[in-house]
C-alpha cells in the first residue's frame, strides 16, 4: 500500500490530488514531503470569500506541517494561486489543510491540541519535535474554535472563583456552569474586581442572566455586591469549598502564631510538622499519622481547639432545613467569639454577617456540589502552576479554557489522535 492510498482514504483534499511523496533531508533529519496540486480545470477560490475566481499568479511553493509518520515530519507541499477576485481585488486562493497564513494544517492543529489536553505544553512540543511556540498557537486555534461553536443555552447555575496568578497577588476571576448535565468554565476575566465580574455579566447578556436559578461564590465582597445587582433573582449560596478553605487558613495561622510563640519559650517543638496534619479531616488520616494526631489533640492548645471546632463546623452541612442549620450556626458562632482565638473570630463573624447567604445553601440543596467547585479550583491550579511554561496572561487563558472549558470540535472523518 502506498502513502497515498492512505491519505486519499483519511485525509481528501476536496478539489486537490496528492502527487509526488518525497523523503526530504534537515539537519540530519528526515522528513516526508508529499506534493499537492489542484484537479485539472479547477479555479481557484478566493480566501475571501470561498468564490472562485479568474486565477492571477501563483506564488512560490510553501511547506504545510501534517501529522507525523513513524517519528518523520510530514509536509505538504504546495505553491499557491492567488486570485483575481471581483468582491476582494487580488487574494490568495483559499486551501482546505490549512487557514489563513498558518503554517500547520488544521488536522495537525487539532492533533497537537488534543495531546496538549493530557500532556504539558512542553512535553507536547518535545514529544512530536516541535516548538512551544507551535503548540501554543495550535490550541490558541482550537480554543477559537471551540469558544465560536459552543452552545450557551441552559446555564442555570453558575458559580464564581478566584485563582491567585503566581506572583504579586494577582488574581483572575473564573466562573463556571454547574449544571448536573455540563460543568465547565465559562469565562475568564482578569483581577476579582467589582468591574470584573460586571465584565461577565455583560458578556453573559441579560436574557441568559434572567434565566440563572443558581449563584454560588465565596465571600468576597465586590462578588457579592455584583451577583446582588445582576443577579438579585436567583438563590445566592456561599459555597461550602469556600467557607471551608477560610476555615482552614484560620487555623493555619494560629498553628504557626503558637508554633513561634512555644518555640520562643523554649517548649518541645509539637507544632512543627503538624500543618497538614490539622488540616485534613479525621477520615482521611492514615494509620501511621493516627498516633500523632491523638499526641497532639492531648495538648490543649490554641492550634488543636480549632481544629476540634472547624471539625463540629462539618456538622453543620449535614443539616436539612434552614432553620436548625441557622440554629445551629448561631450556637457555633458564640461560641467562637468566646474562645479568644482571633483568627477564628474572624471567621466567625464573617460566617455571622452573610447568614442568609450561608443558609441559602440548604435552599439550593441537591443542586451544587462542594465536590465540583473544589475539583475545578484544583485542576485549574494545577494548569497554571505545573510546567506550562506560561508567559503571558493571555498563555494561561488559553490553556485554563482548554482543559477547564468542555469545548466542542469539528467533527473530522478520522481521529489521529
Ligand atoms: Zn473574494
Redesign the pocket.
Known amino acids: 500500500m502506498q502513502v497515498k492510498t492512505i491519505l486519499n482514504r483519511l485525509q481528501k483534499q476536496p478539489g486537490f490530488v496528492y502527487g509526488a511523496i518525497r523523503f526530504g533531508e534537515e539537519a540530519g533529519r528526515l522528513h516526508l514531503e508529499i506534493e499537492l496540486r489542484p484537479r485539472a480545470h479547477r479555479r481557484p477560490r478566493?480566501?475571501?470569500?470561498?468564490?472562485p475566481?479568474p486565477g492571477y499568479d501563483t506564488l512560490a511553493p510553501r511547506r504545510f506541517e501534517f501529522v507525523p509518520l513513524w517519528g518523520l515530519a510530514v509536509f505538504f507541499l504546495y505553491a499557491r494561486h492567488r486570485?483575481q477576485?471581483?468582491?476582494?481585488?487580488v487574494?490568495v486562493e483559499a486551501i482546505p489543510w490549512a487557514e489563513g497564513k498558518h503554517q500547520l494544517t488544521t488536522t495537525y492543529v487539532w492533533f497537537l491540541a488534543g495531546w496538549a489536553r493530557r500532556l504539558s505544553w512542553t512535553a507536547v512540543a518535545a514529544a512530536f519535535d516541535t516548538t512551544w511556540d507551535h503548540v501554543f498557537r495550535a490550541v490558541a486555534m482550537a480554543v477559537q474554535w471551540g469558544l465560536a461553536h459552543r452552545d450557551l443555552t441552559g446555564i442555570t447555575a453558575i458559580g464564581v472563583d478566584e485563582l491567585a496568578r503566581r506572583r504579586g497577588h494577582r488574581y483572575v476571576t473564573l466562573v463556571y456552569q454547574l449544571d448536573p448535565g455540563c460543568r465547565r468554565l465559562l469565562w475568564i476575566g482578569r483581577d476579582r474586581k467589582t468591574r470584573t465580574l460586571l465584565a461577565f455579566f455583560r458578556w453573559l447578556g441579560r436574557e441568559r442572566t434572567a434565566t440563572l436559578r443558581f449563584v454560588c461564590s465565596d465571600m468576597w465582597k465586590p462578588y457579592l455586591r455584583v451577583v446582588a445587582k445582576k443577579a438579585g433573582h436567583a438563590i445566592h449560596v456561599l459555597d461550602r469549598f469556600h467557607i471551608m478553605v477560610h476555615l482552614n487558613k484560620a487555623i493555619d495561622e494560629v498553628r504557626a502564631q503558637e508554633a513561634r510563640a512555644l518555640k520562643a519559650q523554649g517548649l518541645a517543638p509539637i507544632l512543627t510538622r503538624t500543618r497538614w496534619l490539622l488540616l485534613k479531616r479525621p477520615a482521611n488520616v492514615t494509620d501511621a499519622e493516627l498516633p500523632r494526631l491523638v499526641d497532639l489533640l492531648h495538648y490543649n492548645l490554641r492550634a488543636v481547639r480549632s481544629y476540634l471546632l472547624r471539625e463540629e463546623f462539618q456538622y453543620f452541612w449535614a443539616y436539612v432545613s434552614p432553620t436548625w442549620a441557622g440554629r445551629f450556626l448561631d450556637r457555633w458562632c458564640t461560641k467562637v467569639l468566646r474562645s479568644r482565638i482571633e483568627p477564628m473570630q474572624k471567621v466567625a463573624r464573617m460566617l455571622r454577617a452573610h447568614r442568609p447567604l450561608l443558609l441559602n445553601w440548604f435552599r439550593a440543596k441537591g443542586t451544587l456540589s462542594a465536590a465540583v467547585v473544589e475539583g475545578f479550583n484544583n485542576k485549574a491550579r494545577v494548569t497554571t502552576r505545573t510546567a506550562y511554561g506560561f508567559r503571558t496572561y493571555r498563555a494561561m487563558e488559553i490553556a485554563l479554557y482548554h482543559t477547564l472549558g468542555a469545548l466542542p470540535e469539528p467533527e473530522a472523518p478520522h481521529r489521529f489522535c
Open positions: 478566493c480566501s475571501g470569500c470561498q468564490r475566481g486570485v477576485c471581483h468582491t476582494c481585488g487574494r
